[in-house]
């Protein structure tokens, strides 16, 4: 599948939102909120290298929040025809307005949100464009959960064969592996 630079990066930048979101099948005092706070939300957007952020204040961060549960809600289904409405009415809301840009040594390129754009806004409009290329090319089964017991981590998978199962091969999936490894070794020690 052939994804150009600036969707690549929104569908990172997507993936990275979602996975903000707090862990809601822990207790209450487990969860843990990546955008618990303002200053956290100047984190990610720098984070992130989004452009004409300005001063953020907590309804910003409501917004982004907002933003961020509408798009687990994408990853959530397998429905086409749901994820279609999800993304239509995100991109809709956040009022886009196409245009080519070409900053920070990138080549040309489009932004989807207006200029004077709030955060929530841009987020919502480059990445639920980038969603609605996913969705366009029936390619709505790349966006995915972890399986690892352990994480629900959001994640595109972009490989050929659409076979990947973690989130990371790294630490997701080299920790099943080594488990079932390991499993294996006592059951066939015993």
């Not at 929040?65 to 086409?80: K, M, S």
Request: proline share 3%; glycine share 6%.
């Amino acid at each position: 599948m052939l994804i150009p630079h600036d969707t690549r990066i929104a569908l990172e930048t997507v993936v990275d939102l979602v996975n903000t979101a707090p862990e809601t099948d822990r207790p209450e005092d487990e969860r843990n909120d990546g955008l618990a706070g303002v200053e956290a939300l100047y984190e990610f957007a720098r984070r992130h290298r989004i452009s004409g952020v300005g001063d953020l204040g907590e309804k910003d961060l409501r917004a982004v929040q907002d933003v961020r549960t509408r798009f687990g809600e994408i990853f959530a289904t397998q429905d086409t025809r749901i994820a279609a409405g999800l993304v239509n009415n995100l991109v809709a809301a956040a009022g886009t307005t196409p245009q080519l840009s070409n900053h920070d040594d990138y080549d040309w390129h489009v932004h989807y949100f207006a200029p004077d754009a709030s955060i929530a806004d841009h987020l919502a409009a480059d990445c639920g464009m980038a969603l609605a290329f996913i969705v366009v090319a029936g390619e709505l089964e790349r966006l995915r959960r972890c399986e690892a017991p352990d994480c629900r981590d959001a994640f595109v998978d972009l490989s050929r064969n659409r076979s990947r199962r973690y989130c990371s091969s790294r630490t997701c999936g080299n920790r099943l592996h080594v488990a079932a490894y390991r499993a294996r070794r006592r059951e066939a020690a015993g």
